[in-house]
Every structure is written in C-alpha cells, then in structure tokens.
C-alpha cells in the first residue's frame, strides 16, 4: 500500500498521477479509511466474521476476463459514495482507489496482492486499474450485494449515509 495525493494533471486515469507528496496512514484513519496487510485468506475470513460479512465473491478486472473492459473500467472512476461499507481484498495485480480529503482533493491509495481496504459508508471514491490494466479483488458483503454506485450529485451531498459519514469523520485540525 502506498497512499499520496493526486496531481491533478490531464492524462490516463491508469497513470500514477503522484504528486510526489505521501499521505500517512494516520490520515487515512481520520478520513476513516481501513487498511490491512493480509498474507493469509485466515485473517480475512476473521475480519470477515468479526463485521458479519456473510458473503464474498472475487472480480478479475482485465480486458481478457472483464466483458467491456474499457466502459466499466471508466465506470468504476466516476465518483460516487455506497449505503454500506465497501471491502475489497486484492488477491492479484494492482488497483488504485482514490478517496476525497476533508478539503475535497484526491488521495490515491495504491494497494496489491494481500492488500485489504475498508471504505466507509458515504466516502467519496472512485477506482481504476493502473497501466498493466489487471487487477483481482475479493468483494466482502453482508447479505446481498449493495453495490450500487450513487454518483456524486446535490442529492447525494443529502444523502444520510453522507451525512453520517460527515459527522464521524475526524477533523485534521
Ligand atoms: C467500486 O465500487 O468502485 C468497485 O467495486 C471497483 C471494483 S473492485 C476492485
Ligand atoms: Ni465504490
């Protein structure tokens, strides 16, 4: 895992886009954001049963596997907030999961193999793969799958799950 904050500049979204200015994992918990290392599927089944999350299933994202890559992979980088948790476990390659700062910029977090992440409810994010175009990631849910992406909007700024979100988040100053 390596987390910093994104430059901003024109270009491929699967570029690094790195400012070149680290962001510590301190300030990713105050934005809520979990990360772990897991070298063992173990530890993720104890996370797993810890926040009762019954079910899982595992995504290969790449052009040979992913049925219209190219249009998902931009679908994923539209920014958007869920009602729930998002887990993701990467098992294989590399993906980039950007996150909004209390000031609105974007943090990148890098993850690969073994890397697990824990975005909480009403977060703004967006993914993508980078330049190898090949990432493989365990989805942690609950019950049933509540994926569905709410593109940000006025209304999703409403949102009670944003406003939640809002409300726990740790102020940097
Ligand atoms: C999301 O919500 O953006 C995703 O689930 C991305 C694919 S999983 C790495
Ligand atoms: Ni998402």
Known sequence: MKAYWYDNLPGDQREPHDSGREVPSSYLEKL??????FPDIADVDALASSRSYKNRDEITISPSTLPGYEEKVKNFFHE????????RYIT????????????DDWVRIELA?????????GIY?????????YTKAMRLFKEDPKWTPLNRSEETDKNDFRQGYLKTRVSAA
């Open 125 to 133: 994010h967006r993914f993508t793969t980078n330049a190898d175009n």
């Open 113 to 121: 193999k073994n890397d697990l992440i824990i975005l909480p409810a």
């Open 32 to 37: 809520g954001v979990l990360y772990y290392s």
């Open 80 to 87: 958007h907030i869920h009602e729930d948790e998002e887990i």
């Open 92 to 103: 294989d390659g590399v993906g980039y999961f950007d996150v909004r700062s209390e000031s």
